[in-house]
């Protein structure tokens, strides 16, 4: 699943659209038996409603907000934004046709096409279909980023975190599960969790109540560490994600013990199922 780096690399990547006219949107056949059969697939809200809030729309520009991208549209007095989650394996593409979509299974499952004013394209992909698109008038509509956590650059961010970790009702939950959570922190998925947690030398099992707050502050500069590092790295590359462009990090190459074996100090990796995702530690280098 696409964690922060990921998102934030793929808003940058598809800054080419600013400018550009949204002209027509088609939808797949899956997205349409989808809301057909009253599933809201990938398209959440009636299919009529999400082409008319976007068509003849501009992209005025692009943000991200956790896991969260949007597009700012505006046409006249008139403003929407388009905003998007990858869910498990969504992935954008914007080029001149579907053709280009370099690898077999995106190609094959695109699922929302922008027709765009230059005749290039916004492709959304999605193989397993669990990501989501939708029109809102203003971010602070949006309840998942109402509640959202300060972002991980913001000057606020590094206090909220120690804050909402030792909220009492946090107390007795594993610390890996509270950092997942995007009231505590933005965007830090399965991976990038296990992975700040080793950098921290705290066990992702501990209970979040006894963890100092002097570890706390480490851990989220852990945590703010390890998502600079992947965006210099060009994000992760696993699975199903794939970059905008089709393009592959290399930050994979830099997990301590994210499906690894054997921790940087040559320790045995242990693995746990904790909040329903396999997690990865070091039993030596962590506590
Ligand atoms: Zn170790």
Not at 32 to 48: I, M, Q, R, S, Y
Not at 176 to 195: H, L, P, Q, R, W
Not at 260 to 270: L, N, S, V, Y
Request: charged share 25%; with cysteine; glycine share 8%.
């Amino acid at each position: 699943m696409p964690e922060l780096p990921e998102v934030e690399l793929v808003k940058r990547e598809l800054s080419t659209v600013q400018g550009l006219t949204i002209e027509r949107v088609e939808v797949s056949e899956k997205v349409t038996l989808g809301h057909n059969a009253g599933k809201l697939t990938v398209v959440k809200e009636p299919v009529d409603v999400f082409m008319k809030n976007t068509e003849n729309m501009k992209i005025i520009s692009l943000g991200r907000r956790g896991k969260y991208l949007y597009f700012i549209l505006q046409n006249g007095d008139r403003v929407k934004y388009l905003i998007g989650h990858l869910g498990m394996s969504g992935a954008f593409f914007h080029l001149d046709s579907l053709d280009d979509i370099v690898e077999y299974n995106f190609r094959k499952h695109w699922q929302v096409i922008f027709r765009l004013s230059d005749g290039s394209m916004l492709v959304y992909a999605d193989i397993r279909r669990f990501g989501e698109l939708r029109t809102i008038d203003r971010l602070s509509d949006f309840l998942p980023v109402v509640r959202m956590a300060p972002e991980y650059d913001d000057e606020a961010a590094a206090e909220h975190f120690v804050g909402a970790v030792r909220h009492p009702a946090n107390a007795g939950k594993a610390i890996k599960a509270v950092i997942m959570d995007s009231t505590v922190v933005t965007g830090a998925g399965n991976i990038y969790a296990c992975e700040s947690l080793y950098d921290a030398g705290i066990l992702p099992t501990r209970k979040a109540g006894n963890v100092s707050v002097k570890r706390l502050r480490d851990l989220f500069q852990a945590i703010v560490d390890v998502f600079e590092l992947s965006l210099s790295q060009g994000g992760s590359t696993i699975s199903d994600y794939r970059s905008s462009t089709g393009g592959s990090g290399e930050m994979q190459n830099r997990f301590k013990v994210y499906q690894r074996k054997i921790c940087p100090e040559g320790h045995d990796i242990t693995t746990k199922v904790i909040a329903g995702r396999n997690t990865f530690y070091c039993t030596k280098c962590q506590r």
